[in-house]
């Protein structure tokens, strides 16, 4: 069946991690060889140490190869292969029951579209036919829910033009060499033009040791340093007046709002001098054009909302909405149809929408909030449904667990797992497990063995990057079309998400709604507008940038109930929250959890809990470290690489720590997604709740963000004790490095 | 900002965006290797870096 490519190199969209870096894929004898840097001038930066480690990836040994059916207990990770087509028969005959016991609500997916990248949104025209709201993803933490936020306030997520920009606010994101590597090389470029960086984080991060201005506040207040800006820029008329006066609503209430915010008040929530809070805050205001780039710590906090307002607030104060260095309003890309069309949203009945979990409680991201934009998002980018990052018609997630364990409000018995390592993904890792014992059916689909698909009843092998093909229009988020060839086949019983969907759909009886047989029919579907086929397009180029327009809401006006940029949210005022951004603390720390802690950090060797297997990353990262600073290890006699349990009232976590001068005092740092696939077989899933950061933050509704229900995962209590000896079991390079 | 340096602005970014385009060619003509060309000078050469390298 599969056919060996050729020598050959081609040019790959990189999904190592979510930032998307086009590469050149080298193949020999049908194998990848080597994945390298791009020969265009302008891209060739964009790589880093993940992405060429890419052929050590693909060629793992331990990567899934056929279908497995569970044979022991749930979880006791025994298995029989058996073929795709045989998963594929029982899948839909199981679903089937499920869905006739409980109703279609009853199916959970969750997904990182980062990883699968091809789905073409068919999980949502799956569910959709089948009658189920209950979408999960990690971008409901990261990225998804700013999109969906920022579309309340000005009906479209923002890509911040930082290269051009002459001003780059980075509110605790730290892109490196080797993370974030485009965004990176974006603010370099920029400070080589002579754009000035103001850094807000907690710790002296690499882009802090740079920065012109470095604000060392608390961890979690993210919202209350905004409010102290606005303060600065509203009482001192730093703002675009005339942008204010035609192009927004609620000036005069959000002015009232910010005055409850005086200096005094914001140093003493965020523990930054008021000085430095106004001279930050008048740069910014101040510079010709400045940016406010999207940030995974803004996104993970109990005032998140609030606070992604308030940057979306800023933003649009400042005129920094839709120009050269500012922030960049792109709409659909016209060559391409979208995924928010793919996704068939208009199919779901309203009855099944009301039921998406969370939606009554937190309905910020899920279709309940979303739809009131809808007659305003077609007026201005022509059509219904923008799922920009895919962030935006979701579920909540805590809510979605709860119901898999609980049955309440409503029992969810079959959970579809698709490039998602679900288990450790979202908070409350207990809690998830019990849901997912408690399911009739799972199915997991994956390129290894995790966790995860250790609890699954099917587990389904996914192929890679390099073995299919894809045009990449970052969900809606960008607009630029880029290009990623199929290098060579995947395994012979691997699918891609797209094929898993395509043919459960049509096991289940509505196959009219896929009738596109292969990927490459349905990229020469979503490249009609464009009158060019995909072979076409990949015979031409390999990326295309459509010329950018500027200022477009002169013309569209704002797609908000309003047509303004809705300062006030009539929004959240119809949906019975406060209308106006605050600030909220975060729990307490106190005499017997003394530290706030902050999870969910990505480092450079790994993306998410991925990699951990892939010996040439590992071996530069071998083993969890938790930051501390000086003072704080002196006083509870740790050195470096003492093995420590950092607990919480929810969790605890075993690692290592690194004593570091750049972590702010009363803070401490855990790396997200630890588990150890080497211990596969000796210990519970794989070690996966031995350091795993998502056992730490509580998910009860008091710790919960309102409007979206995110966790406040940048600062709550915790508290260090120090280990006399290792954990055992530990693997020989886990203990030295 | 004035009018007539907002229309700079912009145009100066849409013809960059024109630029870059010829650059992605995969059968470049002289154009498109004049516009590479023009694309390295302002850039420079982007040296190999042995950071990105995996030695077993
Ligand atoms: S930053 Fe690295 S891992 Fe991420 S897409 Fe780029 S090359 Fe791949």
């Known amino acids: 069946m599969a056919k060996q490519s050729a020598n050959k190199q081609t040019y790959s969209v990189c999904t190592i991690c979510d930032i998307g870096c086009q590469l050149r894929a080298e193949t020999k004898d049908g194998k990848l060889s080597r994945m390298i840097a791009h020969d265009n001038p302008a891209l060739a930066r964009n790589v880093c140490y993940k992405g060429t480690a890419a052929a050590h990836i693909h060629n793992h040994a331990d990567r899934l190869t056929k279908p497995l059916k569970r044979v022991g207990e749930r979880g006791a990770d025994q298995w029989e292969e058996i073929s795709y087509e045989q998963a594929i028969e029982e899948i839909a005959e199981r679903l089937g029951k499920v869905v006739d016991k409980y109703g279609p609500e009853s199916l959970a997916v969750s997904t990182s579209g980062w990883n699968t990248q091809t789905t073409h949104s068919m999980d949502r025209r799956f569910m959709n036919a089948l009658g189920s709201p209950n979408y999960i993803s990690g971008v409901s933490l990261c990225a998804g829910n700013t999109a969906a936020v920022n579309k309340l306030t000005y009906g479209w997520f923002p890509f911040a033009d930082i290269s051009n920009s002459k001003c780059v606010v980075l509110f605790g994101h730290n892109p490196r060499k080797h993370s974030w590597t485009p965004i990176y090389n974006m603010i370099n470029a920029a400070r080589a033009n002579g754009a000035k960086v103001i850094v807000l984080d907690p710790r002296v991060s690499d882009q802090a040791e740079v920065a012109d201005m470095h604000l060392r506040l608390r961890s979690g207040t993210d919202a209350a340093m905004c409010l102290g800006w606005l303060n600065v820029i509203i009482n001192e008329a730093l703002y675009d007046k005339d942008f204010v006066a035609q192009y927004t609503l609620g000036f005069d209430e959000l002015r009232e709002r910010v005055n409850e915010y005086p200096l005094e008040r914001v140093a003493e929530i965020t523990g930054v001098d008021a000085e430095l809070i106004a001279e930050s805050a008048r740069l910014y205001a101040g510079a010709e054009s400045a940016c406010i780039p999207w940030t995974p710590i803004t996104d993970m906090q109990i005032s998140s909302t609030s606070a992604i307002r308030l940057h979306s607030i800023l933003r649009a104060l400042t005129g920094n909405l839709d120009i050269p260095g500012g922030e960049l309003l792109g709409g659909f890309n016209p060559d391409y149809i979208p995924e928010s069309k793919l996704g068939n949203h208009e199919m779901l009945s309203q009855e099944q929408k009301n039921k998406q979990l969370g939606s009554d409680t937190h309905p910020a991201y899920t279709y309940r909030a979303q739809e009131m934009l809808s007659e305003h998002t077609k007026r201005v980018y022509g059509y219904e449904y923008a799922d920009i990052v895919m962030g935006c018609y979701m579920a909540n997630p805590s809510a979605t667990f709860r119901a898999m364990a609980t049955e309440k409000p409503y029992p969810v018995k079959a959970f579809f797992v698709l490039g998602n390592n679900a288990l450790m993904s979202y908070p409350n890792q207990h809690q998830i497990l019990k849901g997912m014992m408690n399911q009739d059916l799972i199915v997991a689909h994956e390129i290894f063995m995790t966790p995860t698909a250790m609890l699954a009843d099917y587990v389904l092998p996914g192929d890679v990057f390099s073995e299919r093909n894809h045009l990449s229009d970052s969900w809606s988020w960008r607009l630029g079309l880029t290009l990623s060839q199929k290098a060579v086949e995947p395994p012979e019983g691997a699918s891609s998400t797209y094929e898993f969907w395509h043919d459960l759909a049509h096991k289940m009886g509505f196959g009219e709604l896929f009738p596109w047989g292969t990927i490459e029919e349905v990229l020469d579907y979503r490249l009609t507008p464009s009158g060019k086929s995909f072979a076409e397009f990949s015979a031409e180029t390999y990326m295309h940038v459509p010329p950018p327009e500027y200022r477009k809401y002169r013309k569209t006006g704002f797609a908000t109930p309003s047509g303004k940029v809705e300062l006030k949210s009539s929004l959240l005022e119809a949906l019975g929250f406060d209308p106006l951004p605050y600030h909220r603390e975060g729990p307490a720390v106190s005499d017997d959890y003394p530290y706030y802690v902050f999870t969910g950090v990505r480092e450079d060797a790994f993306f998410q809990t991925g990699q951990r297997q892939v010996k040439v990353l590992r071996d530069r990262m071998p083993s969890p470290k938790l930051f501390m600073h000086p003072e704080d290890a002196a006083k509870q006699n740790i050195v470096d690489h003492d093995w420590v349990k950092l607990q919480t009232p929810t969790g605890e976590v075993t690692a290592k720590v690194l004593v570091k001068e750049s972590m702010k005092q009363g803070h401490i740092r855990v790396p997200h997604g630890w588990w150890y696939p080497e211990m596969r077989g000796q210990a519970k899933l794989a070690g996966s709740f031995i350091s795993s950061d998502a056992v730490l933050c509580p998910d009860d509704p008091e710790f919960l963000d309102y409007e979206q229900g995110i966790p406040h995962f940048k600062g709550f209590p915790g508290r260090i004790v120090k280990l006399a000896e290792p954990p055992a079991g530990m693997s020989e390079q886990v203990l030295a490095g | ?56």
Do not use: Y
């Open chain 2, 1 to 56: 900002m004035s009018l007539l340096k907002e229309w700079l602005g912009d145009n100066q970014q849409r013809l960059m965006t024109h630029l870059a385009n010829r650059t992605f060619k995969k059968n470049p003509n002289l154009i498109d290797r004049a516009a590479t060309g023009l694309l390295k000078k302002m850039i420079g050469e982007v040296p190999d870096d042995p950071e990105l390298d995996h030695p077993e």
